[in-house]
């Protein structure tokens, strides 16, 4: 194996043309030279100089070696200060999968401060529900993941491969028209809205809505579902039905029209950031995690 200290020897050797010149120009000894010389050339297998008398003159192959040394050794330096940057926080990018209520909430808090304390830094965003979004990390399409999961959940995710951050717990909230007969109240058991057309969320979030209100007794009759927030509030607003959403949705929007009540019995869902072990020790995806905990603390 050729190591880059035996290829600044040799380059040095070459630039001067004797061991002792090589030695004071790299600040070590002439036998320290001659050593490393005779293991490069042991490691290459084949004589890299001609030594005759005091004067040292390349073979062919140490002519074609010293050709490349440059270009190795430079490209070993840069590599060497790109990973300096990166360590440093000077550089680096990180690609982030969020589901649409995170992206409109945590994520824009988190990725500001992440620019202002290190701006050279890159974040790049797409949105992916859970657990396509979990996929994703897996399959190395993304650095970290947000997702969530419902605590009621008649099968709870568990991801024991990856590094959980949590971050917040996200209540769910009904959603009734103005005017409506419990409009005015501050919470609403779930199985009062039985009678009630309903309008459902993303796919995941419908599950959960039809698994909570046939714990409690009935069946929904969903007669809208879009996986838009803002559609789901806007229906809720034009009388056309009654809908659960979580807190973090109803925060993303400000919804005309609505009533939000709290429903009981409580259904939440834990909103967690996710990585693979190794990259949860690249700089940039630490700070990144650390600065989403610091949105979702606020």
């Given at each position: 194996?050729?190591?880059?200290?035996?290829?600044?020897?040799?380059?040095?050797?070459?630039?001067?043309?004797?061991?002792?010149?090589?030695?004071?120009?790299?600040?070590?000894?002439?036998?320290?030279?001659?050593?490393?010389?005779?293991?490069?050339?042991?490691?290459?297998?084949?004589?890299?100089?001609?030594?005759?008398?005091?004067?040292?003159?390349?073979?062919?192959?140490?002519?074609?070696?010293?050709?490349?040394?440059?270009?190795?050794?430079?490209?070993?330096?840069?590599?060497?200060?790109?990973?300096?940057?990166?360590?440093?926080?000077?550089?680096?990018?990180?690609?982030?999968?969020?589901?649409?209520?995170?992206?409109?909430?945590?994520?824009?808090?988190?990725?500001?401060?992440?620019?202002?304390?290190?701006?050279?830094?890159?974040?790049?965003?797409?949105?992916?529900?859970?657990?396509?979004?979990?996929?994703?990390?897996?399959?190395?399409?993304?650095?970290?993941?947000?997702?969530?999961?419902?605590?009621?959940?008649?099968?709870?995710?568990?991801?024991?491969?990856?590094?959980?951050?949590?971050?917040?717990?996200?209540?769910?909230?009904?959603?009734?028209?103005?005017?409506?007969?419990?409009?005015?109240?501050?919470?609403?058991?779930?199985?009062?809205?039985?009678?009630?057309?309903?309008?459902?969320?993303?796919?995941?979030?419908?599950?959960?809505?039809?698994?909570?209100?046939?714990?409690?007794?009935?069946?929904?009759?969903?007669?809208?579902?879009?996986?838009?927030?803002?559609?789901?509030?806007?229906?809720?607003?034009?009388?056309?039905?009654?809908?659960?959403?979580?807190?973090?949705?109803?925060?993303?929007?400000?919804?005309?029209?609505?009533?939000?009540?709290?429903?009981?019995?409580?259904?939440?869902?834990?909103?967690?950031?996710?990585?693979?072990?190794?990259?949860?020790?690249?700089?940039?995806?630490?700070?990144?995690?650390d600065q989403l905990a610091v949105a979702a603390a606020r």
């Amino acid at each position: 194996m050729i190591e880059a200290r035996h290829l600044r020897v040799l380059r040095a050797v070459a630039a001067t043309g004797s061991f002792s010149a090589a030695g004071r120009e790299l600040g070590c000894t002439q036998p320290a030279v001659s050593q490393q010389m005779k293991a490069l050339e042991s490691s290459v297998g084949t004589p890299l100089l001609i030594r005759t008398g005091r004067e040292m003159r390349l073979t062919q192959a140490g002519e074609a070696l010293v050709r490349h040394a440059s270009g190795i050794l430079a490209g070993l330096t840069a590599a060497e200060e790109e990973i300096a940057a990166i360590a440093g926080l000077r550089a680096g990018r990180v690609r982030l999968v969020s589901f649409p209520s995170g992206s409109s909430t945590l994520v824009p808090t988190a990725l500001a401060a992440l620019r202002a304390a290190h701006p050279g830094t890159r974040v790049s965003l797409e949105e992916a529900e859970p657990p396509r979004s979990v996929e994703m990390l897996r399959e190395g399409d993304c650095d970290i993941a947000l997702a969530f999961r419902y605590e009621t959940a008649a099968v709870v995710e568990e991801w024991p491969d990856l590094v959980v951050r949590p971050l917040l717990t996200d209540r769910l909230v009904g959603l009734v028209p103005e005017g409506h007969r419990l409009g005015a109240a501050d919470s609403v058991a779930i199985g009062e809205l039985a009678d009630e057309p309903w309008i459902a969320g993303c796919p995941r979030c419908r599950g959960q809505l039809v698994e909570v209100c046939e714990g409690a007794g009935f069946v929904p009759r969903i007669d809208f579902a879009t996986d838009d927030y803002p559609a789901v509030m806007g229906l809720v607003g034009a009388g056309l039905g009654v809908a659960v959403l979580p807190e973090l949705a109803v925060e993303s929007v400000r919804p005309k029209g609505v009533r939000t009540l709290a429903v009981e019995p409580a259904v939440r869902r834990e909103i967690v950031a996710l990585t693979l072990p190794d990259l949860a020790q690249v700089p940039a995806v630490a700070a990144t995690l650390d600065q989403l905990a610091v949105a979702a603390a606020r």
